[in-house]
């Protein structure tokens, strides 16, 4: 089992920048790719942001290339660096977990075993 859990959601005007971590714990972490997934009210969850085991290769939706920068340290963490925050990006973001020793982020919801319960980013214009 991993447990994950998400931390350093708020409201934020329209431009600026929030920092979310995932503590990860449990299982042999290194061996799981991560990725960070978002879900606004009435829609789907949503793909944000990959990261393979090793941490070398990163993966992003369009939305939000350029703006977003996912990373991870060599023990429990994960992080999602969000500037220039846009009122459409208001959503609970969730930290997932799965295990792929490969060399490339997962992109699915359907890759990852593990979720953390979210924590919600609010975005004002």
């Known amino acids: 089992q991993v447990q994950l859990v998400e931390s350093g959601g708020g409201l934020v005007q329209a431009g600026g920048s929030l920092r979310l971590s995932c503590t990860a714990s449990?299982?042999?972490?290194?061996?799981?790719?991560m990725g960070w997934f978002r879900q606004a009210p009435g829609n789907e969850r949503e793909f944000v942001a990959a990261?393979?085991?090793?941490?070398?290769?990163t993966d992003y939706a369009e939305s939000v290339k350029g703006r977003f920068t996912i990373s991870r340290d060599v023990k429990n963490m994960v992080y999602l660096q969000m500037n220039s925050l846009k009122p459409e990006d208001t959503a609970v973001y969730h930290c997932?977990?799965?295990?792929?020793?490969?060399?490339?982020?997962?992109?699915?919801?359907?890759?990852?075993?593990?979720w953390g319960q979210g924590t919600q980013v609010t975005v004002s214009s």
């Open positions: 997932a977990a799965g295990y792929y020793s490969g060399n490339y982020p997962l992109l699915q919801r359907g890759e990852y075993q593990y």
């Open positions: 449990g299982r042999i972490f290194s061996r799981y790719g």
């Open positions: 990261i393979n085991w090793s941490g070398d290769t």
